[in-house]
């Protein structure tokens, strides 16, 4: 079955890096647009960044243009999120899955800014 492993987040603080990873399974990843969601506490599940299923970036939320690149392994079913110059306002688990026809959603990894 569809199936999303995420990890790379943690606590960090304001101005700092990560690197999340999505491991991906049970479809045919290669051919499959993929994305980032995040939500934070009390909010709503929201797009973060997209990519085509060749590793062209299709959409990144404005707040987070400039700072986060979207990209993608096909060799090894994994999708990345690096993520700079981290704001307190990014805090929030973070998930990926296929775009616009999210599947099962997998548990997602924290990611907290704080000083």
């Known amino acids: 079955q569809v199936q999303f492993v995420e990890s790379g987040g943690g606590l960090v603080q304001p101005g700092g890096s990560l690197r999340l990873s999505c491991a991906a399974s049970g479809f045919t990843f290669r051919i499959r647009a993929m994305a980032w969601y995040r939500q934070a506490p009390g909010k709503e599940r929201e797009l973060v960044a997209s990519?085509?299923?060749?590793?062209?970036?299709?959409n990144y939320a404005e707040c987070v243009k400039g700072r986060f690149t979207i990209s993608r392994d096909n060799a090894k079913n994994t999708m990345y999120l690096q993520m700079n110059s981290l704001k307190p306002e990014d805090t929030a688990v973070y998930y990926c899955?296929?775009?616009?026809?999210?599947?099962?959603w997998g548990q997602g990894t924290q990611v907290t800014v704080s000083s």
């Open positions: 899955n296929i775009f616009l026809a999210p599947s099962t």
């Open positions: 990519i085509s299923s060749t590793g062209v970036p299709t």
